[in-house]
């Protein structure tokens, strides 16, 4: 009853979230949770809790796990170190240790509200505070196979065996060198696994195809050789990759609570769609995200419509920076591609009146507009989720860029293959709107929209880890938003645990 009749004093350098502890006992009439008779009992679970941050990719000593796991842990001075671990940690597992803006300002998922409070009450009665805790973080089987990765990797860290991969030129197909076994070993790892041939230091066919494979896997150029950038990530080190792996857990924490019985997940790191009901992937589309200049943002949002034959407004900064400096090259470009011009007063502009060399992006007086059609830039169908960045998802008439291995083409909006399909799957609940009907509305001209009957979940993200069939691989970081991410969580790449 330490704290019945007296406020509690509170010290900012040892208390995270002062806040948070004060509504607590407050709450609960100072009464004392950790330190009183139930202390020999509740202390050490409390320290078992805060251990499993581990597991999770978080660090178990920003949860004063030094102060609470010594003999003198059932000091009065330590009750409200313990409160702080848990509510901390709660607040961690269930929506991120950092805040998603601070390294993608872009970031406009909401995170969950939590009544930390009154959870840990109940986990103080039921005994229950590592299963109180465990059961705040993210559910998904996404979640739990970056779980296994970071045990697997954190493994192979402890081990300290590791191919080390010298400096050198490129090597190709047909070229002799030391570093040839070096490479095998590497590649042998994450199973792209060559065969023993009898020069082991000649880059033979075989070797080609696995460094392809891998390449393929990990979205780089493919192109068989060992260069500068696929060299790069060869020389990742157990150490990176575990702090790689924490990162993007801390990225799943900060997506909403429920995904959504029916959503759609998009990965803009592996340049992929997935589409999901019941817990299951029922559809896998290959997209094509923002390039560097024009990043694809990190989001959530809902599906609430789908146009066929979209019209295509386009954006002033693409119609000053592409479109007009388009038209100055090549005027009759503006008719061939089916494009119109709206003045201030919203009346179209007849186009031979205008003299594309007589404006800048900063005087350029129009609204550009292209029809729908063949040359049309969202191609057959655009799927709408409203969202502040005006990105959606919508079909291209550049298809064969879907074969490329890395498809950071777009101007940020996210271009998919089969998008009928995925329209078709998206309204499935809409028995008006079969693929069959859908695709002869595309068949025309018209510009026809769809509203959707229950709005569908979309969930932008960008992890570097994927899993596939359960087990975890790593993409190139095409961004270069891990580093910051790592940074900001205090994982320096020797950091691994």
């Known amino acids: ?169 490129t090597l ?70 575990v702090a790689q792996i924490r990162a993007n857990l801390e990225r799943w924490r900060w997506l909403p609570d429920t995904l959504g019985e029916r959503h759609i997940r998009v990965n803009i790191a592996h340049f992929q769609l997935e589409a999901r009901a019941g817990g299951k992937i029922e559809r896998v589309h290959r997209i094509i995200v923002g390039k560097q200049l024009r990043r694809t943002p990190s989001f959530s949002a809902n599906m609430r419509y789908i146009v066929v034959n979209p019209w295509w407004e386009v954006p002033r900064r693409l119609a000053v920076e592409d479109k007009l400096p388009l038209f100055q090259r090549d005027p009759e470009a503006f008719a061939r591609l089916g494009f119109r011009a709206v003045g201030a007063d919203n009346i179209e502009v007849d186009p031979a009146g205008i003299d594309w060399n007589a404006f800048t992006k900063r005087n350029f007086p129009y609204r550009l507009r292209q029809q729908p059609g063949r040359e049309n830039a969202l191609g057959e169908v655009k799927l709408m989720f409203p969202n502040r960045h005006d990105v959606y998802l919508h079909d291209t008439p550049g298809r064969t860029l879907f074969e490329r291995s890395r498809r950071n083409f777009s101007s940020g909006c996210m271009r998919t293959e089969f998008p009928l399909e995925l329209a078709a799957w998206a309204l499935s609940d809409n028995s008006n709107w079969p693929l069959e009907r859908l695709t002869t509305v595309a068949a025309g001209e018209v510009e026809t929209t769809i509203r959707l009957k229950t709005p569908l979940p979309v969930h932008v993200q960008y992890l570097t880890a994927v899993v596939d069939e359960g087990e975890v691989r790593f993409v190139y970081d095409l961004y270069q938003r891990d580093a910051a991410l790592i940074d900001a969580m205090g994982l320096g790449a020797t950091q691994g645990r």
């Open 172 to 241: 190709r197909r047909g070229d002799a060198d030391a570093r040839v076994p070096q490479i095998r070993a590497r590649l042998a790892i994450e199973g792209f696994q060559a065969d023993a041939v009898a020069e082991p230091t000649l880059f033979d066919a075989e070797l080609e195809r696995q460094v392809k494979r891998y390449q393929t896997a990990a979205h780089l150029d493919v192109d068989g050789a060992v260069g500068r950038e696929t060299l790069a990530e060869l020389r990742r080190t157990p150490a990176e990759r």
């Open 1 to 169: 009853m330490l704290f019945r009749h007296e406020p509690i004093i509170f010290s900012g350098s040892t208390v995270g979230d002062v806040a948070a502890v004060r509504a607590f006992y407050a709450a609960r009439d100072y009464r004392t949770a950790f330190t009183g008779a139930d202390c020999e009992r509740r202390m050490p679970a409390m320290v078992q809790a805060i251990s499993l941050a581990t597991t999770h990719g978080l660090n178990p000593q920003h949860y004063h796990a030094d102060v609470l796991s010594t003999q003198n842990a059932c000091d009065p001075t330590n009750e409200l170190l313990a409160a702080d671990a848990w509510l901390r940690l709660a607040q961690h597992l269930h929506a991120g240790s950092i805040d998603p803006r601070t390294v993608e300002p872009d970031w406009t998922a909401e995170r969950p509200a939590l009544d930390r409070g009154t959870l840990l009450e109940q986990a103080l009665t039921s005994d229950s505070l590592a299963a109180g805790l465990n059961a705040l973080a993210p559910q998904d089987g996404y979640y739990k196979a970056l779980q296994r990765a970071l045990v697997q990797w954190r493994e192979l860290q402890a081990r300290g065996e590791w191919p080390q991969l010298d400096d050198g030129p």
